[in-house]
């Protein structure tokens, strides 16, 4: 695969994550609590919803990215994995207390409490590991490249 064509796949995937990420979060809330509150949950905190899509766009670029610059060698997907779902995670904690009305008989209304009370607090542990994501990956990358300009095997990526 062309340098190019790795770019642009990386790029469309970011984009796709971009994407995809807040139409998980519309769909969960809208399927909870309805759209006219989905609307004002995402008013009242689209600089963290965004953030957090934009950030698990540039994981799932990143490591898009270096899956096709090492031409299929091992490169960990457990970072991205698991910040999205931190993310995920995050943004949907926001409505999560909303669960309370439906599921009261499962003895979950104390997680629920819990989980809108810190809502706020989510957000910031979503966009931490997001950042620790693009940090970790961004580092193979570089990794990567160095290893690829010495002519060496990449096998920093190991780990």
Known sequence: MGRYRIILKSTAM??????????????VLTGV???EFTLSQFIDFWYFIVSLAIGFGIQIG????LRGAIHGQT???KVVAVSGTTSTAAMISCCTHY??????ALGTAGIVTLVAQYQVELFWVGLIANAAGILYIGNKVLKFWAAHARKEHPAVLQA
């Open 99 to 104: 669960l309370v009305n439906i599921l009261p």
């Open 33 to 35: 609590s309805g759209w």
């Open 14 to 27: 970011g984009l796709s994550g971009t994407i995809v990420l807040p139409g998980v979060y519309f769909l």
């Open 62 to 65: 990143l490591y898009t990215y």
């Open 75 to 77: 490169a960990s997907g």
